[in-house]
Structure formats: structure tokens, C-alpha cells
């Protein structure tokens, strides 16, 4: 790209356009291959939005391995005021599934019922619905179960880059519990509570 375009904020206006229309996180190669831009340039704009949008109603974020427009967690109330009651959320049991998945991932119905004490097609069938889980193929054992997985919207809705920033979990405890930090971390942020139920 010219240096007079950047110079002028056409870099800057092209990326605040490309993030506000889109419907998930690009990256910067993303970013790169649609502005003609260097990796440089886009880095160094991201940057400068960040800035500028630091303390307003949006603010750019980094998730999912890309950056996309959010909401300002200072806006909460309003935003929450107007989703609400129309946003359902998740309720605990989803999230303890949702929790399972994301730390034993791929990982199947039995070994989600495994760890919960009860069936959980119903949480599944919802968390496949809201699209934070898929369905990652068969395991080639007896009976051949699905296997699920966690989604780039996942990472999105609790504010992750990478599954790498879930806290950590000793699996060999004696009593296996899952802490939930998307429960009283993230969704505190990002999310209405999660005490509702489906």
C-alpha cells in the first residue's frame, strides 16, 4: 500500500469498515490479503484503533486468533438492558458441559456423562445449536461415538485467543472438578449472568 494512503487513514477507515461488517475475528493475514497492506502497516494500525477505541462504547479486541469489534465491558448495563430477556443464556448444566468439552476435547457423550453423573443430550443438542461445540467425527472404538469439540465461537463469546489461556485443570486429582472461569470470569465481562436456565 502507498505510504500516502495509510498517511491519509485510508488503511485505518478500510479496517474499521472490514471489522464492523464482519462476522468473526479476522486475522491479520486476513486483514493483509483484503487491504493490500504489509503485515507491518495492519500490526501498526490494529494498534492505533485499539487506542482511539479504548474508551468508547466499541472496543477492538484480539480473540480467536484474530480482531474483531466488541462491546465495551464499561457498557454492560446498557447493552445487557437491551439483549435481555431476549438473550437466553447458559445454564449451569450447559456450562459444566461446555466446561468438559473445552478441557477434554475431542471428547464423547459417555465421557461427558462420565464426568457429569448424568445424561447430557439435551446440553449438547443446545451448546450445537448456539454453535460453541461441534461434532469432530467418530472414534474408531466399539459403537463408534461422535466425538465434539470446542468452536472459534467459543473462544469469541469468553474472550479467548486460544484454548491455551483456559486455567489449568489437574485431570489425575482424585475429584475430578472442572472449575468454570468462563462462569465467573468472562461471562461476568462479556456475558449476562449464567444462573438462568434454559
Do not use: C, W
Not at 466488541?70 to 438473550?87: C, H, I, M, Q
Not at 456423562?113 to 474408531?140: H, M, P, Q, W, Y
Not at 482424585?174 to 436456565?197: K, N, R, Y
Amino acid at each position: 500500500m502507498q505510504t500516502e494512503l495509510i498517511e491519509t487513514g485510508a488503511l485505518q477507515r478500510s479496517l474499521e469498515a472490514v471489522l464492523f461488517v464482519a462476522s468473526e475475528a479476522l486475522s491479520i493475514d486476513a486483514l493483509v490479503k483484503l487491504t493490500d497492506a504489509s503485515h507491518v502497516e495492519v500490526a501498526e494500525t490494529l494498534q492505533r484503533i485499539a487506542e482511539e477505541y479504548a474508551e468508547r462504547g466499541l472496543v477492538l479486541r484480539e480473540v480467536a486468533g484474530g480482531y474483531r469489534f466488541a462491546t465495551s465491558p464499561a457498557a454492560r448495563a446498557a447493552v445487557e438492558a437491551y439483549l435481555l430477556p431476549a438473550k437466553t443464556n447458559l445454564s449451569p448444566a450447559a456450562m459444566e458441559t461446555l466446561a468438559i468439552v473445552a478441557y477434554l476435547q475431542p471428547v464423547t457423550k459417555p465421557e461427558m456423562e462420565a464426568v457429569r453423573g448424568v445424561n447430557v443430550d439435551s446440553v449438547v443438542s443446545t451448546l450445537l445449536d448456539k454453535r460453541f461445540i461441534v461434532e469432530a467425527g467418530r472414534r474408531d472404538v466399539v459403537g463408534r461415538p461422535m466425538e465434539y469439540r470446542t468452536t472459534p465461537e467459543f473462544l469469541e463469546s469468553f474472550g479467548l485467543r486460544a484454548l491455551s489461556e483456559l486455567p489449568p485443570v489437574d485431570l489425575e486429582a482424585e475429584t475430578l472438578e472442572i472449575p468454570l472461569p468462563i462462569a465467573t470470569q468472562a461471562v461476568a465481562e462479556e456475558e449476562p449472568s449464567a444462573s438462568s436456565t434454559r
